[in-house]
């Protein structure tokens, strides 16, 4: 079974600065999607930055980046340029991409991240 | 632009009063899901439809019930509300897998705060 895992439940990072966020996981699939979501404290989940499995190149999205290492299972999210909107908490998440399995998304438990003005 | 709506925001029932959560969306998304989110944890599946087809998470407590009667609609019944079932419930929709683009991602709605007194 598919596993996400989040070793820093909380982070602080100061204002405009850079912080990366770390994510590992485990799968025998060769074909999924990597993603992260910000859940601020209004709680709706909003989809931050994605990546296909099959992609080498690291997706990007303005201030944030990830950094995708197939062979190390790792996916972690960076931000740059760190601003107060960006508090909030993050979870990374995988999705098969074998529409031969269940369509679940699994998500790690997540990490809270403090933005220190 | 509303994308998946849930209703109420906030639900505060009694122990063992029924309840029902609903949701909507106007994305015309295949698929729906039903998330369960303690303080603090991640999203925890309880079932998802692919259209009409219904599918179980196997933790899922019998004390749960969902009906999709249409593709843009789909509700959460809670039997028999216990206190332990005090949480956030997420809906959110995708569109299926291998649809391309950003088809795999899922849009999230702002959430149904439940309080069980």
């Known amino acids: 079974a598919q596993t996400v895992t989040q070793s820093q439940p909380e982070m602080s990072v100061q204002e405009a600065e850079t912080v990366t966020l770390s994510c590992t996981y485990d799968t025998s699939e060769s074909d999924y999607y990597l993603f992260w979501y910000k859940q601020p404290p209004s709680r709706q989940m909003i989809l931050v930055i994605r990546?296909?499995?099959?992609?080498?190149q690291n997706a990007t999205e303005n201030r944030f980046s990830v950094n995708f290492q197939k062979a190390a299972k790792s996916f972690s999210l960076k931000i740059s340029d760190s601003q107060l909107g960006d508090a909030a908490m993050y979870f990374c998440a995988y999705r098969s991409g074998d529409t031969n399995r269940d369509d679940k998304i699994i998500f790690g438990k997540g990490t809270r991240l403090h933005i220190l003005p | 632009d509303a994308m998946v709506i849930q209703n109420p925001r906030y639900q505060v029932t009694q122990f063992g009063k029924p309840v029902t959560l609903s949701c909507s969306q106007t994305l015309n998304h295949n698929v729906m899901y039903w998330y369960q989110q303690k303080s603090s944890q991640a999203p925890k599946l309880l079932f998802h439809?692919?259209?009409?087809?219904?599918?179980n998470e196997a933790d899922t407590p019998d004390n749960f019930q969902s009906r999709r009667p249409n593709t843009s609609f789909c509700f959460l019944d809670i039997r028999s509300p216990g206190l332990g079932d005090a949480a956030m419930y997420l809906c959110?929709?995708?569109?299926?897998?291998?649809?391309?683009?950003?088809?795999?991602?899922?849009?999230f709605g702002s959430g149904t705060q439940l309080s069980v007194l």
């Open positions: 439809y692919y259209d009409k087809d219904f599918n």
């Open positions: 990546q296909e499995a099959y992609k080498q």
């Open positions: 959110a929709t995708s569109r299926v897998r291998g649809t391309g683009g950003f088809g795999e991602k899922l849009f």
